[in-house]
């Protein structure tokens, strides 16, 4: 299986700040890699997809990069509905599989 | 619009056998997609559980391969998940899922709000 570590696993931030996110693969991927915003109660938010394309309806806030194993998603200038835990996820093979969570928290 | 929405018991007893079914509207069952089960239990992460394309084939986490079935339904335009032999580790939120590939690069699109079943007796 492939095992994806996310850093850090939490972080603190304030409004208008830029941060990002960094998911590295036990393997390379290539660059199947998507990014989900994940808030309580709620579905996971698809963000990003074959680790750098916007999904249709994401803010441009949000951006990602990488390939093969190492990747990142950047927020630039946090909003406060951005305050959400975040979690990589490889589709390059079965069984598909998580990073931990990175979770963003106000500052 | 898409939308999914999964029903089943929140409550299962240990040992027992947790099955859910996932109502897909706005879209087919049986377009060109794989439609998946994904679990969070309390206070952890997300973990996949497996998924169904609509010819039947199936792929599910090695981790529960023994006890995961996920099947099909045209007819009702749904598909379903039955997990046996329950634990208390068992317990999650358990969504469904619609993976979307027209680009080549799967990525789950649309959700389901979720569902808690919690493993009791």
């Known amino acids: 299986d492939i095992q994806l570590t996310q850093s850090p696993s939490s972080l603190s931030a304030s409004l208008g700040d830029r941060v990002t996110i960094t998911c590295r693969a036990s393997?390379?991927?290539?660059?199947?890699l998507t990014w989900y915003q994940k808030k309580p109660g709620m579905p996971p938010n698809l963000l990003i997809y074959?680790?750098?394309s916007l999904q249709s309806g994401v803010p441009s806030r949000f951006r990602g990069s990488g390939s093969g194993t190492d990747f990142t998603l950047t927020i630039s200038s946090l909003q406060p509905e951005d305050f959400a835990t975040y979690y990589c996820q490889q589709s390059f093979s079965t069984p598909r599989t998580f990073g931990q969570g990175t979770k963003l928290e106000i500052k | 619009q898409v939308q999914l929405q999964e029903s089943g018991p929140g409550l299962v007893k240990p040992s027992g056998t947790l099955s859910l079914t996932c109502d897909v509207s706005?879209?087919?069952?049986?377009?060109?997609?794989?439609w998946s089960w994904v679990r969070q239990p309390p206070g952890k992460g997300l973990e996949w559980i497996g998924e169904?394309?609509?010819?039947?084939?199936?792929n599910y986490n090695p981790t529960l391969q023994s006890r995961v079935t996920i099947s099909v339904d045209k007819s009702k335009n749904q598909f379903s998940l039955q997990l046996s032999s329950v634990t208390a580790a068992d317990t999650a939120v358990y969504f469904c899922a619609r993976e979307e590939k027209n680009d080549g690069y799967p990525r789950w699109d649309y959700w389901g709000q979720g569902t808690l079943v919690a493993v009791s007796s």
């Open positions: 706005g879209a087919s069952i049986s377009s060109s997609n794989w």
């Open positions: 074959a680790a750098s």
């Open positions: 393997q390379s991927i290539s660059n199947y």
């Open positions: 169904i394309y609509p010819s039947g084939s199936t």
